[in-house]
Nanobody, 115 residues
Framework: QVQLVESGGGLVQAGASLRLSCAASGSISGINAMGWYRQAPGKERELVAIISSGGGTKIAESMQGRFTISRDNAKNTVYLQMVSLKTEDTAVYYC?????????WGKGTLVTVSS
């Protein structure tokens, strides 16, 4: 089993920056890609960013230039740096990991961006 625990969410004003962290524990050997998804109120969960074990990244088009994903394999932690936040970025942000083809999810951290 893999446990993913997010941290770093909160209430910020539009234009602010925020960094989310996701720490993996448990059976962490074999974790391949990790990333972030988000779900806004009344909307479906959507991809934010993914990073492979080798460091390759994919950022959702609407977030490119504002969001950056990084990974510290020694700490088993993945980060999401968000800048120039907009009110439409308000959502619960979920950490995701893939281990041998099985998906693992964190419980989510709420990011609220006020105008």
């Amino acid at each position: 089993q893999v446990q993913l625990v997010e941290s770093g969410g909160g209430l910020v004003q539009a234009g602010a920056s925020l960094r989310l962290s996701c720490a993996a524990s448990g059976s962490i050997s074999g974790i391949n890609a990790m990333g972030w998804y988000r779900q806004a109120p009344g909307k479906e969960r959507e991809l934010v960013a993914i990073i492979s074990s080798g460091g390759g990244t994919k950022i959702a088009e609407s977030m490119q230039g504002r969001f950056t994903i990084s990974r510290d394999n020694a700490k088993n932690t993945v980060y999401l740096q968000m800048v120039s936040l907009k009110t439409e970025d308000t959502a619960v942000y979920y950490c995701w990991g893939d281990r041998f083809g099985r998906d693992y999810w964190g419980k989510g951290t709420l990011v609220t961006v006020s105008s």
